[in-house]
Each structure stands twice: as C-alpha cells, then as structure tokens.
C-alpha cells in the first residue's frame, strides 16, 4: 500500500465516519419524538411504521437516484446522501423504540401514577429506561445498515469508503475493493461494539442509580478517553479534507479507468502550474451525473466526448455533418455556452468511441470484420452492456434499430469494467467497450467495423464551468496547452497500465508526465 492510498484511506474513512454520524443522529431526532406521538395511536403507529417499511423496500440505489433530481435536499454530494442514510436509518429506530414501549408491562405505568408521577415522569422514569435495550438495539441496527448503504453515497459525489469500491469494480482492482470494503467493515463492527458497550452502561446503570465512586471514576475515565478519541478523528479529518473553495477546484471524472486517467491529467497539470489546490471526485459514475455536476458548480470541470455530449445530453438528431469532428466540436461548444453556462476546451488529441467487440478467435472463425456482418450469427449469441450504453440514445436501441441487430436473449445490463472479462470468459459474445481500452489487445479481442457510420465522433474535451473560470482565469491557458497532447495510441497505453498492471491512475500519469 502507497502512502497515498493509505492517506486517501483515512480521509475516506473520515468521510464515511461523518455521513454514518450525521444521518444516524438526525434519524434519531427524528424518530424520538415521532415514535412518542404516535405510541398511543395505533392507527398512526401503523401508518407511519408502514411507510417507513416501504422506504426499506426501495433499492438503496434507486433512493439515491431519485435524489439526484430533488430540489434543496437532492443533487450530488453529501446532502442528498444524508437524506437517503436518514429514511434508511427511521425504521429501525422507530420499530425499536415502539416496541420497547410496547413491552412496558401496564401495572409498572399504574404504579407510578399511584404513586403521584405525571405522565411525562412516568415516560422518564419508567417506560423510556424498559424501553431502552429495545431502542439501542435498533439504534445498533442502524448505524450499521448506514455505514453498508453509505458506500453507494459515492455514486452520487458524497465521497467515503465507497469511491474505493466503485473505482475497485471500474478498473477490476482488488486492492481498491479491499480498501473500501476493509475499512467499512472495520466501521460497522466498531459501531455495533460500540453502541453495544453503551447500552450496557446504560442498562445497569438504570438497575444501579447509586454506581460506586470507583465505577463512577471509571465510567467518566472512558468518557474522556472516547472524547479524546474523536476529537483527534474530527482534527486529523480535518487536515486531511480537501481545501476549502477559495484557492481550489474540484475536477469530476466518470467511473471508468479512462476518466479516471484524465481526471488526474487535469489536476497534476493544473497543481503544477498554477497556485490552486485540486479535490478530486473521480467516482461520479454516468454521464449524466458529471453534466449536472459541473453545471451546478459542484465540479469545476471533467473530461466529456463530443459524441456524447451531442447525442445523450444536448439530444440532438445526427445530421450530415455530425460525423465531422471539428464541426461537431464547433456545433456542441456553441450549444453548451449558450444553454448551460459551459466552455468546451479543444480535444486533448483522441477519439475514444464505442467499440463493438467481440472475440479474435471467433471472429477468424466466422471471417467477420463489420457489425453487418456480425447480425445474422448474433442471433445466436448473447450481449452485455454498461448501464449507460443500453440506455442512451446513441447506444443499443439505435445501435439495434440502424443494424437490425438482435440476439438470442436481452442483453445482460452489468459494470462496463465487468463485460471485457465476461466476453473474454466466454460468457457473453457481444460488448461494446471503449476504442481506447488497453483490454482490447490484452484479452485479444476484435472491433467490428461500424460500416454504417453510426456512432459519431467522440473526441474527449475538457469541459469546464464558466464561472468557475472567470474565477480562476489561470486555469484557461493550461487547459489550452493540453489540447492535441495525447494520442489514441498513448490512451490505450495509459488505460492498460492500469488495467493490466494494476498501476494506480495518479503514478501512471505522473510518470507520463514526466517523460513528455
């Protein structure tokens, strides 16, 4: 482990740390109060445990997709993540506390009030400290369920364990899968133990209201020593969080290999020759997600390719000169200034378009060279596809509808990173991947010629915020300087380094860097 990736580990876990806390507490805010108000009332009490169910119901994914479109409390980043970890967290602590006060036997309630307590002492005194184990018991389940679906807060911008695990998948990288999932682990078994040690005290201390002076002492000791201990977490997070806004930016990447590549391209050149300090959020998966990102300012800038951005997000038809590449450039630069505030940047010198792939050897066999050729044996064979590539509207269907092209079953939806090795494994037949891919030659498989010209080009351009730039004008000549830099060649070198030798995205660049 580099002492980079142990730091970025730390600050990660910091993160994490800090989601996991905040919706757990605010779900605890939540759920006290609204668990009191309703105890008495099982009409409400089954309504409101009802729907807190059904949020459990929901794919954690797809809550934080939702959010992506919410206002005020949805977008990216750590807000709509907090959100999603809070409705997660309800049902539990919900269930928890309205079972704990459901147990309270009625004799101990009448007692006290016999005994001349009100209602809310007879709540203090004696339902709330019956009902604590059962409380703490949900509280426990929470915290860990929170610190589990937190990882996919990363899909979204919020950061944590979980940008590890996505860049893990993209690049097929067991060392980064080990160093989210290692420490989210380690996370959620400290939480539970924890939690576990608390309700203890808690519990006996209800059954002891006199502790002796030595357990007292001991008691306030380890409180100490606990604050302590986060203190020094908050401090140490601190120093380790990124800069603040005022002499910073934050580049985006997608979340593949390539992306990930360029996203560090831009930091390391705009580190070297300006003044500013760069925060990386290179895990912000689709397309989509980066545009809305960088329009919002959450990101100052990312790499997109013009094929892309003329296709999925500005939506626009092919025409007859949409396959020239500085035309298209021209035509989507003029369209992002003028309906999202953007400035496109000239290509950095490369084309990576969507390859439709298949194996070398089956491709001897058959003697196919083209996708026209390929339609009559695919209707044997089976397909995978990313997520994005199914769905956009210059991926699958209008791939399908300008081909004719058909298989023998759907194709299957999975992580673009997955279906090189799954095609080579022979589990599939058909993918399409990246033109760039340094799997391509590794895993010794084939392109199939796009003999209709349906992909346009997709050439890859910095495409930065405007306003983030008239605050930092600096950046706009190093921007400038990196146009033409890198060739296909060289991207399909860079990518399989990764891929292939495992090198992490911030050495393979720098050493590139180095040596041009």
């Known amino acids: 482990m580099t002492?980079?990736?142990?730091?970025?580990?730390?600050f990660r876990s910091g993160e994490h740390?800090?989601?996991?806390?905040?919706?757990?507490?605010?779900?605890?805010?939540?759920?006290l109060p609204l668990g009191l108000a309703?105890?008495?009332?099982?009409?409400?009490?089954?309504?409101?445990?009802?729907?807190?169910?059904?949020?459990?119901?929901?794919?954690?994914?797809?809550?934080?997709?939702?959010?992506?479109?919410?206002?005020?409390?949805?977008g990216i980043g750590s807000t709509p993540a907090v959100v999603a970890l809070t409705l997660y967290a309800l049902l539990p602590l919900l269930r928890g506390l309205l079972t704990g006060l459901q147990q309270v036997p009625p004799g101990l309630k009448q007692a006290g009030q016999a005994l001349g307590l009100s209602g809310g002492q007879v709540l203090r005194y004696v339902e709330l400290p019956l009902?604590?184990?059962?409380?703490?018991?949900?509280?426990?389940?929470?915290?860990?369920?929170?610190?589990?679906?937190?990882?996919?807060?990363?899909a979204i911008g919020a950061g944590g364990l979980g940008v590890f695990i996505f860049r893990g998948i993209a690049t097929v990288n067991n060392t980064l899968l080990l160093a989210g999932a290692l420490p989210a682990a380690a996370i959620a078994l400290a939480a539970d133990a924890c939690l576990g040690a608390l309700e203890t005290h808690l519990t006996r201390g209800s059954r002891q209201?006199?502790?002796?002076?030595?357990?007292?002492?001991?008691?306030?000791?380890?409180?100490?020593?606990?604050?302590?201990?986060?203190?020094?977490?908050?401090?140490?997070?601190?120093?380790?969080?990124?800069?603040?806004?005022?002499?910073?930016?934050?580049?985006?990447?997608?979340?593949?290999?390539?992306?990930?590549?360029?996203?560090?391209?831009?930091?390391?050149?705009?580190?070297?020759?300006?003044?500013?300090?760069?925060?990386?959020?290179?895990?912000?998966?689709?397309?989509?997600?980066?545009?809305?990102?960088v329009r919002q300012g959450r990101v100052d800038g990312y790499v997109e390719y013009t094929g892309t951005a003329w296709s999925a997000i500005l939506k626009q038809p092919s025409s007859p000169g949409a396959s020239d590449r500085a035309s298209l450039w021209n035509r989507a630069r003029r369209l992002y200034a003028e309906r999202y505030g953007l400035r496109m940047f000239p290509s950095l010198g490369?084309?990576?378009?969507?390859?439709?792939?298949?194996?070398?050897?089956?491709?001897?066999?058959?003697?196919?060279?083209?996708?026209?050729?390929?339609?009559?044996?695919?209707?044997?064979?089976?397909?995978?596809?990313?997520?994005?590539?199914?769905?956009?509207?210059?991926?699958?269907?209008?791939?399908?509808?300008?081909?004719?092209?058909?298989?023998?079953?759907?194709?299957?939806?999975?992580?673009?990173?997955?279906?090189?090795?799954?095609?080579a494994d022979g589990r599939v037949d058909l993918i399409a991947g990246d033109s760039t891919s340094g799997l391509i030659p590794a895993l010794k498989l084939q392109v199939l010629l796009d003999d209709r010209h349906?992909?346009?080009?997709y050439d890859a351009v910095p495409v930065f915020n405007a306003a983030s730039l008239e605050r930092h004008p600096e950046l706009v000549p190093v921007l400038e300087n990196l146009a033409g830099r890198i060739s296909a060649v060289t991207m399909q070198q860079l990518n399989a380094a990764v891929d292939l030798e495992h090198q992490s995205p911030e050495l393979v660049v720098r050493r590139w860097r180095q040596n041009h």
């Open 3 to 10: 002492a980079e990736l142990a730091r970025e580990i730390i």
């Open 17 to 31: 740390l800090v989601l996991v806390a905040s919706s757990v507490a605010l779900a605890l805010l939540i759920a």
């Open 38 to 74: 309703i105890q008495a009332h099982p009409r409400w009490r089954r309504l409101v445990l009802g729907l807190a169910n059904a949020v459990q119901t929901i794919p954690s994914l797809a809550i934080f997709g939702l959010l992506l479109t919410v206002p005020l409390l949805g």
């Open 131 to 154: 009902a604590l184990p059962s409380l703490m018991a949900g509280l426990r389940v929470a915290a860990v369920i929170s610190v589990g679906v937190a990882t996919i807060g990363a």
């Open 209 to 293: 209201p006199r502790p002796r002076p030595w357990l007292r002492r001991r008691w306030v000791l380890a409180a100490a020593l606990l604050g302590s201990a986060l203190l020094a977490i908050a401090l140490g997070w601190h120093q380790l969080a990124p800069p603040g806004p005022a002499g910073s930016v934050v580049i985006g990447a997608k979340g593949f290999t390539e992306q990930q590549l360029l996203g560090e391209l831009l930091a390391q050149e705009i580190e070297e020759h300006t003044s500013l300090q760069v925060r990386r959020e290179f895990s912000l998966g689709s397309t989509f997600l980066c545009h809305e990102a």
């Open 350 to 423: 490369f084309e990576n378009t969507f390859a439709i792939l298949i194996r070398r050897a089956q491709g001897q066999q058959l003697g196919l060279r083209s996708i026209s050729q390929a339609v009559l044996p695919a209707r044997r064979w089976r397909a995978a596809f990313g997520y994005e590539f199914l769905n956009r509207g210059d991926g699958y269907p209008g791939l399908a509808s300008r081909y004719g092209l058909r298989f023998a079953a759907p194709p299957t939806a999975m992580d673009l990173g997955l279906t090189y090795r799954a095609l």
């Open 454 to 457: 349906y992909f346009p080009a």
